[in-house]
Nanobody, 119 residues
């Protein structure tokens, strides 16, 4: 049993900042890759950022220079620092992790946290 719990979403004005957190708990021995996805109403879910176990990060072009993904392996937590937010960033943000339970790898999704950016 592995769970991802997200926090940090909310309402913010354009140009503001938010930091999302996602902590894994349960049968977590280690975590390989972690990532953040988002889905706006009427649109497909898209990959926003990923981070490998060694800290290598990748971003979708639309957030480069504004968002930063990071992780704290001791806390089994991934973060997404979002700066200079735009209305088009509004979406439900989901975290994902590839977790080694000690027995097998499992792909786990968080419940989603809503980010709303007002003009």
């Amino acid at each position: 049993q592995v769970q991802l719990v997200e926090s940090g979403g909310g309402l913010v004005q354009a140009g503001g900042s938010l930091r999302l957190s996602c902590a894994a708990s349960g049968s977590v021995f280690s975590i390989n890759g972690m990532g953040w996805y988002r889905q706006a109403p009427g649109k497909l879910r898209e990959l926003v950022a990923t981070i490998g176990s060694g800290g290598n990060a990748n971003y979708v072009d639309s957030v480069k220079g504004r968002f930063t993904i990071s992780r704290d392996n001791a806390k089994n937590t991934v973060y997404l620092q979002m700066n200079s937010l735009k209305p088009e960033d509004s979406a439900v943000y989901y975290c994902n992790a590839d977790v080694w339970t000690g027995f097998k790898y499992v792909a786990v999704w968080g419940q989603g946290t809503l980010v709303t950016v007002s003009s």
